[in-house]
């Protein structure tokens, strides 16, 4: 005979069975039958965060820094509703999610009282799957089915919509078991050797990383290729993650997100090696197209809605990055032999006075002279809080204007090292951060930020006070939407900028930072920055060091 538990209970012990350890939440009414259970779960951690869109995007940032399935509940119609932002950043990186939200009582529902709203209708744009619990006994299959189509490549967030009723009622129900789905497949031998006599009949071959590289832990893969090939590598144009180990010899930066340059970036190339997604993702509209004419383009990945998206592939092949080009090596090594092997030390040796190496330093010297400008010069900020760093950090990016150099300066070591704003939604970092953190307790965090998206989300500075975490926040602070002005003055000439400055009155950040419990610096003198932020860096608890930064356009 099955045991009797009731809906809240069995709720949480799927999670658990599930591999879920933190459940991110900001309790309602409805959600309070699972409030009321979590007394009987102590092992599964819940964080608080204060406002749902944090919620979410607390949940992201602890998938994107441990690779794991995450779990995290808001609160009906309105709560869902502010988490949506967070959602779409999620479905954008693919971040393998769990989210529910409590749902008025069947029946109950049907009368739409206050805080009412069809939560799978609302949900199913940005998810993968979206679905409402019916009966109690459906429950289990619900939730074992969601997560294993939230962690089956592509990946992204699945959402369930949780009646009180249904949490609330008891019944003897099995639970299940838990299935993941081995997504890890290799092409054919025929395809490799295809795919390899393509590479080999190319002249000058480039290489196009993006996230699968880091979903797929192929780092030193990718790296191999290139330089197996002395092809020259870049990341994708939104290089939101740790996508090629940055002093590879082959590895040359990140193509820009602007159409021209990219194309003009790309245009001695002959072909084109995409591994991943969509390497030409773009910003703002251009007359101009990303990729060259006559530039062909052969690809590897599991996304195949990505795959091919906007420009057709030679060859595509839909397949575990990992797997593939563990594969392909001794087949290229072999078909290539040593002609292979000579052509590539030609190619890295002419690659080496610009690869990311060579112009980094060059770089650090142009930076350097900088650092006695006052206001203090952001590039100048970056490089310091680059070489203060622990050696171990992660770094969590959502600087915008005040980050450009950020990838150029900080070397890519491991797959979870950096992770950076993706859809271009901004408010995601400071809370991303919180969730990095969490994941990873025995690394540093450092997040970087700028003024503008910082207000979208500041009060997640309490969840990082609350829990005592080693994360460090930098503020940029310009004193306003400054990319929004450079693209006002660039695309319509127009200096009029109404509606984009913090000045009156300007933002305390650090005071701010003090209210919600953390620790606040506040520097303006450009001697002063380096000492600041490596005695910051060195000490535990969450702070928040405020830099007042130029923010002429």
Not at 256 to 273: E, F, N, S
Not at 362 to 380: F, T
């Amino acid at each position: 005979m099955k045991n009797k538990i009731t809906g809240r209970s069995a709720f949480l012990a799927l999670l658990k069975d599930e591999g879920i350890t933190h459940l991110f939440g900001n309790p309602g009414t409805t959600e309070l039958p699972i409030m009321h259970a979590l007394k009987d779960h102590p092992d599964l951690t819940y964080v608080m965060a204060m406002q749902e869109s944090l919620v979410v995007a607390i949940a992201d940032g602890y998938s994107r820094a441990s690779g794991k399935l995450v779990a995290c509940n808001v609160h009906v119609a309105p709560g869902l509703g502010n988490a949506m932002g967070s959602l779409y950043n999620a479905q954008f990186t693919g971040t393998p999610m769990i989210l529910t939200a409590g749902q008025q009582e069947q029946g109950h529902g049907l009368m739409e009282p206050v805080l009412y709203g069809p939560l799978v209708r609302m949900a199913e744009p940005l998810v993968k799957w979206a679905v409402e619990v019916t009966r109690l006994e459906d429950l289990p299959r619900i939730v074992r089915r969601a997560a294993k189509v939230a962690t089956t490549p592509p990946t992204g967030p699945v959402f369930i919509s949780l009646p009180g009723d249904i949490l609330n009622s008891e019944a003897g129900i099995d639970l299940g078991r838990s299935t993941r789905i081995d997504a890890r497949t290799r092409p054919s031998d025929e395809a490799l050797k295809a795919f390899a006599a393509r590479l080999l009949k190319a002249e000058r071959p480039v290489i196009v990383t993006m996230d699968e590289v880091v979903k797929s832990d192929a780092l030193k893969e990718a790296a191999e290729l290139a330089e197996v090939l002395g092809a020259a590598a870049y990341q994708s144009s939104t290089p939101y993650g740790s996508h090629f180990l940055s002093e590879s010899p082959s590895f040359v930066g990140t193509l820009a997100r602007v159409q021209k340059v990219a194309r003009d970036t790309l245009a001695p190339y002959d072909l084109l090696i995409a591994l991943g997604g969509d390497p030409l993702r773009m910003s703002v509209y251009s007359e101009v197209d990303a990729l060259p004419e006559g530039l062909g383009i052969v690809q590897i990945g599991l996304g195949d809605w990505e795959i091919a998206k906007n420009y057709g592939a030679e060859i595509a092949l839909k397949a575990d990055l990992k797997e593939t080009l563990r594969a392909l090596m001794p087949v290229l090594k072999e078909m290539g032999g040593a002609a292979l092997a000579q052509r590539a030390r030609q190619r890295l040796a002419e690659l080496a006075p610009k690869n990311w190496t060579a112009r980094r330093t060059a770089l650090v010297e142009q930076i350097g002279k900088a650092a006695d400008r006052s206001p203090i010069d952001p590039d100048w900020l970056v490089l310091q809080m680059v070489e203060a760093m622990p050696a171990n950090a992660i770094l969590v990016d959502e600087g915008l204007t005040s980050s450009r150099q950020i990838t150029a300066l900080r070397a890519h070591r491991d797959r979870f090292g950096y992770h950076g704003l993706a859809s271009g939604g901004i408010g995601w970092g400071l809370p991303a951060s919180v969730g990095a953190s969490i994941a990873n307790p025995d690394r540093p965090v450092v997040c970087f930020s700028g003024d503008g998206s910082a207000m979208y989300s500041i009060q997640s500075l309490w969840t990082a006070a609350h829990h005592k975490l080693p994360l460090n926040v930098v503020i940029a602070n310009n004193g306003g939407y400054r990319i929004i002005k450079q693209r006002l003055l660039a695309f319509h000439g127009d200096d009029n900028y109404v509606g984009m400055d913090f000045v009156d009155p300007p933002v305390d950040f650090a005071g701010v930072a003090k209210a919600l419990g953390c620790e606040a610096i506040k520097v303006s003198d450009p001697r002063e920055l380096k000492a600041t932020l490596a005695s910051a860096f060195g000490r535990p608890g969450t702070k928040l060091i405020e830099v007042m930064v130029d923010g002429k356009v």
